[in-house]
């Protein structure tokens, strides 16, 4: 097993609400294993790079566990740039395919990757900057960096089983991600996850 799937957890108690949804640990790793299914089907394999553009939600949670387990690499991608360069990333990232929701067409006439430039065994989480002071950087992350993250995240923040999580932060960000909702899974916690800040949501 992946080292990042290592800290998902098992069971039947509460781990992911997602609008009226919610999955129990047991149904998170089943929506994980449709999911490398659905990437399997589209050609991603080990050291492809697949992007997904889209508001927070419980699919691209697990697809993004779903490359995991199948040692390919995710590239969330910023909906707020424009779509000049959306397209500059996708096609700097290598995509290999990709998901996009139904508001977003910035990827269209984009090709996939010819010659994708394959991964190391351990990358997963290719990210990138908002490119503040120039284009957009990619910051690669591999699961053994992002499963000692989670620790360091649980430890310094004191994450356990009882930690409820409203997350709206966008999961294209570390911040989000890496910081509030992998760890709060890893603890055990419950996440709560909304699509975007909303105020009369909060």
């Known amino acids: 097993m992946s080292a990042l799937l290592e800290r998902l957890p098992h069971g039947s108690a509460p781990a992911l609400e997602a609008g009226a949804r919610a999955w129990s640990g047991d149904a998170l790793h089943r929506e994980i294993d449709a999911w490398r299914q659905r990437l399997g089907a589209q050609g ?22 779903a490359c995991a387990k199948l040692h390919a690499r995710f590239v969330p991608l910023n909906w707020r740039l424009a779509a000049p360069e959306l397209r500059k990333i996708a096609v700097h990232a290598g995509l290999s395919a990709w998901h996009a929701d139904a508001a977003f067409d910035a990827l269209e006439g984009v090709a996939p990757s010819a ?29 053994a960096a992002m499963a000692a993250n989670i620790d360091a995240a649980i430890d310094a923040q004191g994450l356990a089983a009882g930690t409820r999580t409203l997350a709206v932060l966008p999961l294209f960000h570390v911040g989000g991600l890496c910081i509030q909702v992998l760890p709060t899974l890893a603890a055990g916690g419950v996440v709560r996850l909304q699509p975007r800040f909303d105020a009369e949501a909060w």
């Open 44 to 65: 991603i394999t080990r050291g492809l790079t697949f992007g997904w553009l889209g508001l927070n939600s419980a699919n691209m949670l697990a697809a993004l566990f």
């Open 115 to 143: 010659e994708p430039p394959r991964t190391a065994h351990d990358d997963l989480l290719l990210v990138y900057t908002s490119g503040t002071t120039g284009g957009p950087k990619g910051a690669l992350h591999t699961q």
